[in-house]
């Protein structure tokens, strides 16, 4: 980045570089990407080789009887024409009515509500770290990179970054909690523990650790870079040069004014990455037996529990939807620039 | 092309390691069943072995040769995250550069529709895509180049739209030049230099997205591949025990080299041609 390229506009999500279309074009998307989020939904279990059969698991669809079929098949509502059908999917969304589990006949709701606390726990506390950490670690190597510096900080997490998070997660047990023993393996809370409430805490904590620094280190990447390319945008420009003129210690130029601009970018980036947490803590959670959504759609696909995991499917994307859509609503509400229309795209 | 040449050339350290990286993967994954001993599929000998004279890496649960399974594990990936790679750009780029020489509707219509892939939430549909159609290769690849095509389209219109914009084109714009007679003469100049951070971006992407897949499971069972590698370890409890080293660690680092061989490459390149890129980072 050359001093002077204050012009760039700093990135932003889907939405905000159209913020002329107004909400009403963002609605008409999103409500689009949910209309094809459904329909995925709804489509996909009809598409599988043995057909809705297939997907309603039990009995060896093979040895039925075309009259046991057709049975089946009327209990289901699956001889109704598929626009039917999807009124019938569809109404029952609306009621909540995720269906059963084909494994434990448990509702789908309930075992999803079940899980979702820890997965919000646990992407929360790896959203918040990753942002503070990244913010710091990619303002130092942004104040650093005016000198030539800061490249081993950009080379690390770049190769953290480059890791699969499920390997990460591996060797993270590996050597913190198989070798080392400071942490354990799996799970959200102590085997057995009875603690509840407060007492619970500090449980919670331990087993929330490992899990949480896989997905923080994994994400740290993403951030470090914006930060401090933005960082290094901010201290090349003329406004700043100026203050420095006038000044300014390098230390108040540094907080005052660098980092509150660049930490602009970092708003959207973390809930865009909010969504990309979302679908990585589906593969974390899986390694350290994370009782969370992700572990329950992995469970889910290796038992092909299609109600789960259509149930999983529609809540996780419906998550990261929501993030993407507070990203663009409060975007504009940050960077003026993106309200008043200068320097977009 | 003169500045893609020229940015080759000053590639610096950072990217020829990479290159060198990149370089390993693809030689293993072409050589891969010359260079196996085993084929990674049959039992060859008694489950959990450590690494001995015959199993350079030891055996799986069931007795398959590790060694073997990496050495063709690297070809899944480096033909799934290559063909995305293409199939992504191909379609983006098309996509990005006719938007940005078409009417304002066109250009809306096509952004609109680059916008709704990308909210899409990748890892959940690709997860669900995956279930239901089924391990096979030819899906995986096709289900995440239909997510990854957007990124690049939204790029090149960026480029596209700000090399329109430049004072030669102006002129002859002016003189009644139609944009798209414009692009077709200019897009290897203009879209060219995108060519190389466009590539490593999507293939890194669809490298670590395909491992994980099957890493959940999802992959082929017939072929060996390192996320394979990597669900089998972990449903084995593999990195409970010595076995990490021998089953869990190489076929996460095999990942690790060919994702951070790519992104060095991307970086390197990128310092040099910096500007539309920069501003979507």
């Known amino acids: ?345 | 092309m003169s500045r893609l040449s020229g940015a080759v050339r000053r590639l610096g350290p950072l990217g020829w390691v990479g290159l060198a990286l990149i370089g390993v993967a693809v030689a293993v994954a072409v050589a891969g069943p010359l260079l196996a001993p085993f084929s990674g599929t049959e039992r060859v000998g008694p489950p959990f072995q450590r690494p001995n004279s015959v199993n350079w890496l030891g055996t799986d649960d069931v007795g398959r040769d590790l060694w073997s399974q990496l050495l063709l594990g690297a070809r899944p990936s480096v033909v799934v995250g290559f063909s995305v790679a293409i199939i992504a750009i191909t379609i983006g780029a098309t996509v990005g550069a006719y938007a940005a020489v078409s009417g304002r509707r066109t250009d809306a219509a096509l952004m609109r529709s680059a916008d709704v892939v990308l909210t899409l939430p990748f890892l959940p549909v690709v997860v669900i895509a995956a279930a239901f159609l089924g391990p096979g290769m030819g899906v995986r690849v096709l289900v995440i180049s239909l997510l990854t095509w957007a990124g690049t389209a939204r790029i090149v219109r960026v480029s596209v739209l700000s090399a329109m914009q430049r004072p030669h084109v102006e002129v002859a714009l002016a003189a009644g030049a139609s944009r798209r007679w414009l692009l077709a003469r200019h897009s290897s100049f203009i879209v060219g230099p995108l060519l190389v951070p466009l590539f490593v971006r999507a293939a890194a992407a669809a490298i670590v997205l395909d491992a994980s897949l099957n890493f959940l499971g999802l992959g082929d069972p017939t072929q060996p591949s390192w996320g394979t590698m990597l669900y089998w370890a972990n449903v084995r409890g593999a990195f409970l025990t010595d076995a990490w080293q021998w089953w869990a660690m190489p076929p996460g680092l095999a990942l690790l080299m060919v994702t951070a061989g790519l992104a060095l490459v991307g970086i390197a390149v990128e310092e040099q041609i910096n500007p539309a890129l920069a501003a979507t980072r």
């Open chain 1, 1 to 345: 980045m050359t001093p002077g390229s204050d012009s760039l506009p700093a990135p932003a999500p889907a939405g905000a570089g159209r913020q002329r279309r107004g909400l009403r074009g963002l609605a008409v998307q999103y409500l689009i990407v949910l209309a094809v989020i459904l329909t995925l939904n709804f489509l996909l279990p009809r598409a599988l080789p043995g057909g809705p059969l297939g997907a309603l698991g039990g009995e060896d669809v093979g040895e039925l009887t075309a009259e046991q079929r057709a049975q089946i098949l009327a209990e289901y509502g699956l001889d109704q024409p598929i626009g039917v059908q999807f009124a019938t999917y569809l109404r029952d969304l609306a009621r909540g009515d995720l269906g059963t589990s084909f494994i434990n006949g448990a509702s789908v709701r309930s075992l999803i509500a079940e899980a979702l606390p820890w997965t919000l726990l646990l992407v929360g506390t790896a959203l918040v770290c990753t942002a503070l950490i990244g913010l710091v670690l990619g303002a130092w190597a942004g104040s650093r990179r005016a000198r030539g510096g800061g490249t081993p900080v950009v080379v690390g997490v770049l190769v953290l970054d480059a890791m699969p998070s499920f390997w990460l997660g591996m060797m993270l047990i590996v050597v913190f909690a198989v070798n080392l023993g400071w942490f354990p393996t799996f799970g959200a809370q102590p085997i057995g523990t009875d603690a509840t409430g407060l007492a619970a805490i500090p449980g919670i904590l331990h087993h929330l650790s490992l899990p949480a620094l896989t997905l923080v280190l994994v994400g740290l990447g993403q951030i470090v870079l914006v930060v401090r390319s933005s960082m290094v945008s901010v201290l090349g420009s003329d406004y700043l040069e100026h203050a420095r003129a006038r000044g300014f210690s390098e230390r108040r130029l540094l907080f005052g004014h660098a980092l509150r601009n660049a930490a602009l970018p970092v708003y959207t980036i973390l809930l865009i990455e909010l969504g990309f947490l979302v679908g990585g803590a589906l593969v974390v959670e899986t390694v350290f037996a994370y009782p969370g959504l992700g572990r329950l759609t992995f469970s889910a696909v290796q038992s092909q529990d299609y109600p789960v995991m259509q149930g999983t499917f529609l809540v996780l994307s419906l998550s990261v939807l929501l993030a993407n859509l507070v990203a663009d609503l409060t975007y504009p509400l940050i960077d003026p620039r993106v309200r008043t229309g200068a320097g977009a795209t």
